[in-house]
Each structure stands twice: as structure tokens, then as C-alpha cells.
């Protein structure tokens, strides 16, 4: 039962240009999203983040934008530049009583051309 | 801060063995998570640790099992090793009831 999922397994894009990453979930009771950025022989690195009752997060040239309604979520990153070539996870959070646990998308690899 | 560390880095072992991974978690923090990404897949959540107590698991077997310290640090012990359990093992600290968990840079693990 894939609860977060990331369709997209991979994405090119030109430097200076938006890179939209795309997730989409079924679980209403993810309370937190939160996308990580991975490169080769390090563990995820944490982005940024939205809350479930937020529809927009900004940092920096980082946007996370929420679509409750369609279970849809989407980092914008703007400019794109060559060090954000990655792969990027979307994680949902599921809380409540004892849990407190991330639930992972299977990642899009991200390339920004120069 | 030295930030989330694990040990070893890599490490082959042959089917049937027992393993054991370290993590000490980033300062300040009291959770410790561990989860297992295998190649081309997102991280799966194996357990988590708080007060040194196993407080939630996900859908893995009773082969894998953990301990949490005094000092808050965690290790992950995997028994009869399968082929299928090679991956790449992470270890995430966190505050318990905050939602952002960071992560180590994670334990190679090959099983031959």
C-alpha cells in the first residue's frame, strides 16, 4: 500500500529555469509533509515543509504548495540551479498516540542542465 | 554539532549472519528512527526508539530488532540475514513530538 507517491522517477530541467516535483498521497491523516533532497552516498536533507493546514510554505527559492482537497502536493524550485541535481523525497507524517513515523515517496531525480 | 552519525559505513556480510548498526543521534534529541532504503525506493520505517523503548514498528520482521541507550544513542540489529536485506540503512534523530527528522548518512549494507 503505497501511501506517498512520487510518479515522476525522474525530471530534467535548464539552469535558471522552475522544476516542479510533483507528489500525490492517500493517507487524510498525514498531518505534516516535509520533502528531503538526497545526493549520492549521504542521507536525506531536510528542505522544507507544510503543514496540513497550510496551502503554501516559501524558503528562499523553495515553495511547497498543498492541495488538500486533491491529495496533492508540489515543491517549485525557482531559480533552478546545477547543485540542486538530486533526488528528491517527498515524506508524509503520521502522528497520533504512539506513531510518529515518515512515510516516503520513491523519489524523482532531479537534473538541472547548465 | 557533529550532527547524526552512523557506523559502519559499509559492510558485507554472508546469509545467515547477524548484524549490528550504530547511530548516535544530532544533540538534543531523544528519538531515534531507523529505516531501510533499498536501491531505487524511498525509505521504509522500520522502528522508532524513545526512553529506550520500542514505540512503534513498522512491517518488518522479528529478525530485525533495536536497542536505545542512556545517552540516547541506538543500535539496529538484523539475524539471519536474507539476501533482500541488503540496503542502505538510515538512522534519523528527532525531539518526540516534533515532525522533522534528521538523517545520518546512513550504513551500506551487503548481503552475500
Known amino acids: 500500500d503505497q501511501q506517498v507517491k512520487q510518479n515522476s522517477p525522474s525530471l530534467s530541467v535548464q539552469e535558471g529555469r522552475i522544476s516542479i516535483l510533483n507528489c500525490d498521497y492517500t493517507?487524510?491523516?498525514?498531518?505534516?509533509f516535509l520533502w528531503y533532497k538526497k545526493y549520492p552516498a549521504e542521507g536525506p536533507t531536510f528542505l522544507i515543509s507544510?503543514?496540513?493546514?497550510?496551502d503554501k510554505n516559501e524558503d528562499g527559492r523553495f515553495t511547497v504548495f498543498l492541495n488538500k482537497s486533491a491529495k496533492h502536493l508540489s515543491l517549485h524550485i525557482v531559480p533552478s540551479q546545477p547543485g540542486d541535481s538530486a533526488v528528491y523525497f517527498c515524506?508524509?507524517?503520521?502522528?497520533?498516540?504512539?506513531?510518529?513515523?515518515?512515510?516516503f515517496g520513491t523519489g524523482t531525480l532531479l537534473a538541472v542542465q547548465p | 554539532d557533529a550532527g547524526v552519525t552512523q557506523s559502519p559505513t559499509h559492510l558485507i556480510k554472508t546469509r545467515g549472519q547477524q548484524v549490528t548498526l550504530r547511530c548516535s543521534p544530532k544533540?538534543?534529541?531523544?528519538?531515534v528512527s531507523w529505516y531501510q532504503q533499498a536501491l531505487g525506493q524511498g525509505p521504509q520505517f522500520i522502528f522508532q526508539?524513545?526512553?529506550?523503548?520500542?514505540?512503534q514498528r513498522g512491517n518488518f520482521p522479528d529478525r530485525f530488532s533495536g536497542h536505545q541507550f542512556p545517552n540516547y544513542s541506538s543500535e539496529l540489529n538484523v539475524n539471519a540475514l536474507l539476501l533482500g536485506d541488503s540496503a542502505l540503512y538510515l538512522c534519523?534523530?528527532?525531539?518526540?513530538?516534533?515532525?522533522?527528522?534528521?538523517f545520518g548518512p546512513g550504513t551500506r549494507l551487503t548481503v552475500t
Open positions: 534519523a534523530s528527532s525531539l518526540i513530538r516534533t515532525y522533522e527528522q534528521y
Open positions: 493517507n487524510s491523516m498525514f498531518d505534516y
Open positions: 507544510i503543514s496540513s493546514i497550510k
Open positions: 515524506a508524509a507524517r503520521l502522528y497520533g498516540g504512539a506513531t510518529n513515523k515518515l512515510i
Open positions: 544533540s538534543g534529541h531523544d528519538t
Open positions: 526508539y524513545y526512553e529506550e523503548e520500542e514505540r
